[in-house]
């Protein structure tokens, strides 16, 4: 439907990529979650109020957790970083995300 894509850096490569909303205030803004073998990025599809591009760094993120949208839906996946931030999405295939970002956060504390 949209075509959406993110610059990649160095030797960067894309190995999952899905539709996704990221809450910005309020609004759910549409877009798609990337996961590469570098970083987690968001970016929104050109039709939302709230453009934007999100990048989180694996040695930045201290945890991801699920949550419910709407306190039922289980679709939600939330990035906690070390400086405090709290970055929620909704996806499908949450567990396969989840625990592909946990191996790389992994990877990212080892150097």
Do not use: C
């Amino acid at each position: 439907m949209f075509n959406v894509q993110i610059d990649l850096v160095d030797n960067e490569k894309i190995e999952f990529a899905i539709g996704s909303n990221h809450f910005k205030g309020i609004e759910g803004v549409g877009g798609k979650l990337f996961v590469t073998n570098k970083r987690v990025v968001f970016k929104s599809h050109s039709i939302n109020v709230q453009n934007h591009e999100l990048v989180i760094e694996y040695f930045d993120i201290q945890s991801v957790q699920f949550y419910n949208t709407l306190g039922i839906i289980p679709n939600g996946l939330m990035i906690l970083t070390k400086s405090g931030r709290k970055e929620k999405f909704v996806v499908w295939k949450r567990n396969t995300i989840k625990n592909l970002i946990e191996e790389k956060i992994k990877g990212a504390n080892k150097t």
